[in-house]
């Protein structure tokens, strides 16, 4: 029997519950009990139900029947529930409420790009609304269909690597492969490569869906975002195909990578991705760890090695003071001799905050840049404390994940929100983020800045409160609200690499001008003229 709970499920590997730190950890922040531990709050175990809308005709389906084959278009209950949310909070607590809307009326699993081109054609003749759909870990709404129509599934088939260029060092994939078989295939690849791209979606993302929602991974300090690793792209639209050329650099008027880098489904579907590829070199890298006595202190030391010109760390990472607490007490470093030895330094609790770095690449830079960062760290209050708080952080990058669910079986809002600010503006949009979070009873907060820049940073927010039961949605919702308000009044952007999707739509209009909408628009109108596109409010068009 299908459930709500397979659907909301993070992932497909394995249930999992809270560790025992984590235990300790909600027992001291929520009082909660062994007995309030024990039990599910909408845990979502009811057999899955949908009623189907049935708007396409039979003689359409037949069309893309012909088209795919029977085997690669389905309205199962399964498949459409799939496909009907990504991982947003409010989405999560919908299927745990047993409640599936904005759902698509069919699946389809193109084989080809040629494929896609003749079912986007249809659905433009038809006026069907068209998603495409990657790995379904959006945490934005942007999966969502309002208008019903066809979801289009690009991992089934248009999952493979086309080409590898080890002289461009270079490589063309198509838009449905999911992260871990991207990666293995470039590490196996005769010396051996690397994407460089790894979100902590990355189990559950796929390239397309790191184009589209215009992404950042853990080592994007280094490496860059994405759409400083796209090449070229192969994009299918209603008004025809486009296909850019890879050239490393040109003048050729607009850079149309960048039109669809970000544009979340809404310009056309992206089938091919040809991005830059560096060599595998795990042997060499090097792990770096500080801790370092207020979040002000690493911030400026951060700041300042990433203008110094002496080169970044791929991985660059503090965890606020609240954030290292946390994770000092639930990996039990809490009063060792080691913590006390730090607090008689005086970083203390309540202040003291953690920095992890790695680099990669040659051997001569990897030590090179350790030493330039330490040097840097050590006239802030940075203190050296190895590179094995550094390695254990990245043991765990994409299983913390898993912790979401747990956590909402618990009747507790867990969620999180991200954005990108100029490093004059970082301290201050950090205190009100906190300070506007704080005023809500029993919340607890973490943020860490995961990607640094010369002008600038990210800060990525995770949140725990106990739900308002019975209420959830609405509460959540004034919750969210709250927090992008304070985010966008305290000059941060309302997205660094989540993308934005209709959750964050309505703030569109704060963030852009009345020319730069309609430009958008425009462009919408032009390359989508019968808004079959992820049609709904996404990115604010319409």
């Known amino acids: 029997m299908a459930t709500y709970r397979d659907v909301l499920k993070w992932g497909d590997k394995r249930e999992t519950s809270l560790d025992e730190g984590m235990k300790k950890l909600v027992k001291e922040k929520f009082n909660f009990s062994d007995l309030d531990l024990a039990n599910k709050y909408l845990a979502g175990n009811e057999e ?12 359409i389906i037949n069309k893309f029947v012909e088209i795919s084959g029977s085997e690669n278009v389905s309205k199962t209950v399964k498949d459409i529930a799939n496909h009907s949310y990504g991982k947003h909070y409010e989405e999560l607590i919908k299927l745990r409420l047993n409640i599936i809307e904005n759902q698509p009326d069919l699946v389809i699993y193109p084989r080809t790009a040629e494929e896609v081109e003749q079912i986007v054609k249809i659905c433009n003749e038809e006026q069907i609304a068209i998603v495409p759909f990657g790995g379904g870990s959006s945490v934005t709404c942007a999966l969502q269909m309002p208008n019903g129509g066809v979801s289009l599934d690009l991992t089934k088939h248009l999952n493979k690597i086309i080409s590898i260029s080890e002289k461009n060092h270079s490589v063309t994939v198509q838009a449905g492969m999911f992260g871990p078989a991207f990666e293995k295939e470039l590490n196996d690849y005769k010396s051996g490569y690397t994407c460089g791209h790894f979100p902590q979606s990355f189990e559950f993302s796929t390239v397309g869906g790191w184009v589209a929602a215009r992404g950042a991974g853990t080592f994007s300090t280094g490496y860059g975002k994405i759409e400083e690793m796209v090449l070229a792209l192969n994009i299918v639209t209603p008004a025809g195909n ?36 560096r060599k595998y070199r795990p042997q060499n890298i090097s792990y770096i760890s500080f801790i370092f006595k207020t979040f002000e202190d690493a911030t400026e030391a951060m700041r300042e090695s990433m203008q ?17 607490d946390i994770a000092f007490k639930i990996k039990g470093f809490e009063n060792t001799f080691a913590d006390k030895f730090l607090k008689l330094k005086g970083y203390k ?24 960062l330490k040097k840097t760290a050590k006239k802030h209050s940075g203190f050296y404390i190895g590179g094995g708080a550094t390695k254990k952080w990245l043991e765990q990058r994409y299983s913390s994940a898993y912790n979401r669910e747990p956590m909402m079986d618990l009747g507790i809002i867990t969620d999180t929100i991200e954005t990108a600010v100029s490093w004059e503006n970082l301290n ?73 999707g209709r959750a964050l739509s309505k703030w569109m209009k704060q963030e852009l001008s009345e020319t730069e909408l309609a430009l958008m628009q425009s462009t919408k109108d032009y390359l989508d003229p019968k808004g079959i596109m992820n049609p709904g409010n996404m990115l604010g068009l319409k």
Do not use: C
């Open 48 to 59: 899955l139900i949908i009623e189907n809308r049935n708007q396409i005709s039979d003689e």
């Open 349 to 372: 609790s309540g202040s003291r905050t953690l920095m992890f770095a790695a680099v990669d690449g040659d051997a001569d830079y990897t030590s090179f840049l350790k030493k330039k």
């Open 428 to 500: 201050n949009l950090w205190s009100k983020v906190r300070s506007y979070l704080d005023s809500r009873p029993n919340t607890t907060t973490m943020i860490h800045i995961s990607h640094v820049y010369e002008n600038g940073a990210n800060l990525y927010i995770t949140f725990l409160s106990p739900m308002n039961k019975g209420n959830e949605i609405n509460d959540y919702l004034e919750l969210h609200k709250g927090l992008v308000d304070t985010i966008v009044a305290n000059k941060g952007s309302i997205s660094h690499h989540h993308g934005i």
């Open 308 to 324: 110094a010109g002496y080169g970044k760390p791929h991985l660059y990472r503090i965890s606020d003071p609240e954030e290292t």
């Open 242 to 277: 486009i296909q850019t050329k890879d050239f490393p650099a040109d003048a050729e008027a607009w850079d149309l990578n960048h039109l669809f880098i970000g544009s979340e489904g809404v310009l056309g579907v992206i089938t091919e991705v040809t991005m830059k590829i």
